[in-house]
């Protein structure tokens, strides 16, 4: 789900970068622009691989989380292994230390009695003192140990703390990409019933409005707005607009790109329209001239574009897929500067 949105981010990112830096154009810079909208999706493809990292990232910090957080089991078993094994030895050190004395009792009994004896009692007591030394040195070390263990369970503590620091702060920034971007979902499927609901009248009559890669498209065929070869809306596609201007008006944070398309027959007019690139961005313009009578809309949101015949959604040489192919598209995208904040602070 995450990965899927983030590629909904990256094309809207593409888009966005393409609306700030597309103006009306002649047909002599369309390589231009073209070079700078490769360059922005370029940078795209690299926040992406960013985002892939971040994702590697994060699983690897929640292997590294599970190792940790064993090792830290193991060692609380291990302390509660030698806390046990010192208690024993205490308690052996304190048997031993009774009997050592009970000896050196009886050896003071049997002083006087037969050399013999006396030397068992020597070799009795000699052996005690040494089984209690090791006993007590045994102690020592298991209280190096569990001093070690202890300082090795306070050191993973802080590395696993710190990895679940770090692995909150990922997973924060994460929720806050996805808020922003199912709220960018929101604000989509909102627009489209709303143009969808303002151009009701309008369908059946070459007028479609969908949703491709998080924005909306308004498609317009040539019959609703121009006559053959000419680029002034007739009456029926000047009320398509205006309905459709009030819908920007009431959307602020929308922005617009008009792209004219025709359709591969070379154009065969005179005057100031010399070939389809001609054609499609006058068209445009035009459209987005009555966009700005009717609404009171911020002429920074809107840009006019001219694709000629060369994206074509029909490719067959047929009658059919040459009108399919002469139309008009009206994209909404709405404004993704928050996501840019967080891509570019991450």
């Known amino acids: 789900m995450k990965m899927n949105s983030f590629n909904t981010l990256l094309t809207l990112a593409v888009a966005a970068a393409v609306l700030f830096t597309i103006s009306c ?34 699983n690897e910090l929640s292997e590294r989380l599970n190792i940790l957080t064993r090792q830290v089991e193991g060692l609380r078993n291990d302390t509660a292994i030698i806390g046990q094994t010192q208690r024993r030895l205490q308690s052996n050190y304190d048997r031993l230390n009774s009997t050592y004395n009970l000896l050196l009792e009886k050896n003071r009994e049997l002083l006087e009695g037969s050399t013999s004896e006396t030397q068992k009692i020597l070799r009795e007591l000699q052996a005690t003192q040494e089984n209690l030394q090791r006993k007590e040195d045994d102690l020592i070390k298991a209280e190096a140990e569990m001093l070690a263990k202890k300082q090795d369970l306070e050191a993973l503590s802080a590395k696993l703390n710190a990895a679940m620091e770090e692995m909150k702060e990922k997973e924060e920034k994460m929720t806050e990409l996805q808020n922003i971007l199912d709220s960018q979902d929101k604000t989509v ?52 607009l205006k309905e459709l201007a009030k819908v920007l008006e009431r959307n602020p944070d929308i922005n617009v790109l008009i792209e004219g398309h025709t359709d591969n027959v070379p154009y065969r007019g005179t005057g100031q329209i010399r070939d389809n690139w001609d054609l499609s961005v006058m068209r445009a313009t035009a459209i987005v001239k009555i966009l700005l009578q009717h609404g009171d809309i911020d002429p920074t949101r809107l840009t006019a574009a001219g694709r000629g015949e060369y994206m074509p959604v029909d490719e067959a040489d047929t009658r059919e897929a040459r009108a399919r192919n002469r139309r008009t598209e009206i994209i909404l995208t709405p404004k993704l500067d928050k996501l840019f904040q967080i891509i570019e602070t991450n």
């Open 25 to 58: 154009v002649p047909a002599r810079q369309y390589e231009d622009l073209k070079a700078l909208r490769q360059q922005c999706e370029e940078e795209l493809s690299s926040q992406k691989t960013e985002n892939i990292r971040l994702n590697s990232d994060n």
């Open 189 to 240: 499927n909102a627009l489209r019933e709303s143009v969808s609901s303002a151009l009701l009248g309008f369908e059946g009559e070459g007028l479609s409005v969908d949703i491709k890669n998080g924005k909306v498209y308004v498609s317009l065929e040539e019959t609703l707005l121009f006559a053959s070869g000419r680029f002034d809306v007739d009456a029926r596609g000047v009320a398509a």
